[in-house]
């Protein structure tokens, strides 16, 4: 009882810490307000931490410390370089991920923090994705996505209403993140700065934290190209609307009704001559960013025309009756509501999947709930998802580009040995499992179900031998042998810790062997290898998550069903 008293009370001292005036580069940031928001941010990740970085949210004195030495200087911080990850698309191409350390990311967070509220109002009403959240103290950085998305479909169907307006065009940019130019964004970033109706300090202090994100994203994007910043990241999202801001102004101001939600673009048009014009002008535009449209979903959609009219309403289509009560049925909180609502529900699900629409927002609608209502208590052995988790199972296999909101469902929800045994056969099989990003979920899915397998573990040191270049399925399989091998395993990780020359790897590492002793091993075979930022986070690990290696969802009641719930717009 000491122990912990002495373990809260440590806790306690950290997070009274103030964070919210930390200056770097002569910059004052609010790295409280980051790391707040950071949290939300983390739970769409592609690669998600096995903690959850909990174990460093929970302790400030860890920021405080990796970030002393900028505090006393005006120096830039110096960002580390990302690790690119292969991340399978549909039709089985791939496309890439960045992923960043999370002392980088913070900062990342704080400099688009800094900037976000001036810059948000270039914008016009018709830029729906992304837009800053008024109540600036809030965690979620952004207005509530669904909403937004409701927003842009409604205001484009008023507009294709109104007398004499008979055309949409509607396209989307190819792969869009990737191909921003890191020159041009700065570029771009800066003369919208020079153009704010603010005084000159504080333009000068809005360009050295532009140059401190060009120096972020300098580091982290493709060294060939120069192009790309980091996805699924809410600053990149914020970004990437400042780098269209110029191709949006065009459309606008050369008279075209546009409307955007991301990539996503819609525009209005009296007939389809204009609408030939005005995706004419928008490919011209976006050449100059080094972008564009997507031929395959480029259509300019007469509502003359018999056939395009049905394709028009579907694409200004907010939801779906069906989706519509479902939801309605869930928020009455109410046992007969939730009974009527999770048949529903299941023949939705299934349907998605069998149309290969996993991709979906309705899927992940879907799929956010079913794993939510499985983690209240009452429900959890009443809701027969058998038909669903084996359908799930095999979409492994079949759309592997929807692996990480399989694993949030296959994570939470009962699973039967023979279940388990399909997921264990995908990694054994060499054959089909190809895909270094799935393997990284499914050893998750493993370990935070404590499952033990002989062969699994003769394949997990395999791959640390024999696959040290995977870095994502290094990762995994270190941490199911720390898991769920034994001593031997956690000490030869130890041993070999030199050979994980990345944080990525080092950090599902430490979080592995934090329980061996620090002055006959982690002094001697770890602690002079570690990369920067993983610098006094073993004792934090050692200390307050001893005997936990990966977060298993929570148990939910009716009341916080909706607290937190994913947004299924992306």
């Known amino acids: 009882m000491k122990r912990n008293n002495k373990k809260l009370k440590k806790q306690t001292e950290s997070n009274k810490i103030d964070l919210s005036k930390i200056k770097i580069g002569g910059i004052e940031y609010n790295i409280d307000i980051a790391l707040k928001r950071l949290k939300q941010d983390l739970?769409?990740?592609?690669?998600?931490?096995?903690?959850?970085?909990r174990d460093l949210f929970e302790n400030k004195t860890y920021f405080l410390n990796q970030l002393e030495k900028y505090t006393e200087s005006n120096n830039l911080y110096e960002p580390s370089p990302a690790l690119h990850f292969d991340i399978p698309k549909p039709g089985f191409t791939?496309?890439?991920?960045?992923?960043?350390?999370?002392?980088?990311?913070?900062?990342?967070?704080?400099?688009?923090?800094?900037?976000?509220?001036e810059l948000d109002r270039i914008h016009s009403a018709s830029i729906y994705s992304h837009r800053i959240n008024s109540d600036w103290g809030?965690?979620?950085?952004?207005?509530?996505?669904?909403?937004?998305?409701?927003?842009?479909?409604?205001?484009?169907?008023?507009?294709?209403?109104?007398?004499?307006?008979?055309?949409?065009?509607?396209?989307?940019?190819?792969?869009?993140?990737?191909?921003?130019s890191i020159k041009d964004l700065n570029t771009t970033l800066l003369f919208q700065i020079e153009n704010l109706k603010i005084d000159d300090y504080r333009k000068k202090d809005f360009k050295k934290v532009s140059n401190q994100i060009n120096t972020l994203l300098s580091?982290?994007?493709?060294?060939?190209?120069?192009?790309?910043?980091p996805q699924n990241r809410d600053a990149s999202s914020f970004l990437s609307n400042i780098f269209l801001n110029p191709v949006d102004d065009i459309m606008i101001k050369s008279g075209y009704k546009y409307f955007r939600y991301m990539d996503d673009i819609r525009i209005v048009c009296k007939n389809k001559f204009e609408g030939r014009k005005a995706l004419k002008l928008l490919v011209r535009e976006l050449r100059k960013k080094g972008l564009n449209v997507n031929s395959k979903k480029t259509q300019i959609l007469d509502l003359n025309n018999s056939e395009h009219r049905p394709l028009a309403n579907e694409a200004l289509q907010k939801n779906d009756k069906q989706i519509d009560q479902i939801e309605s049925l869930l928020k009455s909180k109410k046992a007969i509501g939730i009974q009527r609502a999770v048949p529903m529900l299941k023949n939705k699900t299934i349907s998605l999947i069998e149309s290969g629409g996993t991709l979906d927002r309705h899927f992940r609608f879907c799929v956010n709930r079913l794993e939510r209502l499985v983690r209240i208590p009452e429900l959890n052995s009443r809701l027969e998802l058998d038909e669903i988790t084996d359908a799930i199972i095999s979409e492994l296999i079949n759309q592997p580009w929807s692996t990480d909101t399989f694993s949030r469902y296959l994570i939470s929800v009962p699973l039967t040995d023979n279940q388990l045994q399909k997921i264990v056969n995908i990694i054994l099989d060499d054959e089909k499992n190809i895909y270094a990003w799935q393997e990284y979920h499914i050893w998750r899915i493993l370990?935070?179900?404590?499952y033990k397998s002989e062969q699994l573990l003769e394949k997990a040191r395999y791959n640390m031998i024999h696959r040290a270049t995977d870095i994502p399925i290094v990762g995994g399989s270190a941490l199911y042998l720390c898991a769920i091998g034994d001593g031997n395993d956690r000490k030869q990780i130890a041993d070999n810790f030199r050979n994980l020359n990345n944080f990525f790897a080092q950090r599902i590492a430490l979080i592995g062997i934090k329980n061996l002793d620090y002055t006959s091993i982690i002094k001697v075979s770890v602690e002079k290898f570690l990369d920067k930022t993983h610098k006094g986070t073993y004792r934090i690990l050692n200390t307050n998550y001893s005997d936990i290696y990966c977060l298993n969802p929570s148990k939910l009641n009716y009341k916080d069903f909706y607290d937190e719930l994913p947004e299924f717009i992306s």
């Open 43 to 53: 739970r769409d990740d592609w690669f998600p931490d096995f903690l959850e970085f």
């Open 219 to 229: 580091n982290w994007c493709q060294p060939d190209t120069k192009r790309g910043i």
């Open 447 to 450: 370990i935070c179900r404590n």
């Open 94 to 117: 791939i496309r890439y991920s960045s992923e960043t350390n999370i002392l980088d990311r913070v900062i990342y967070q704080a400099c688009v923090d800094f900037i976000a509220p």
């Open 138 to 180: 809030n965690k979620y950085f952004f207005k509530y996505a669904v909403d937004e998305w409701n927003n842009f479909l409604s205001d484009t169907k008023i507009e294709l209403d109104k007398e004499n307006n008979e055309v949409l065009l509607i396209t989307d940019l190819s792969n869009y993140y990737e191909s921003i």
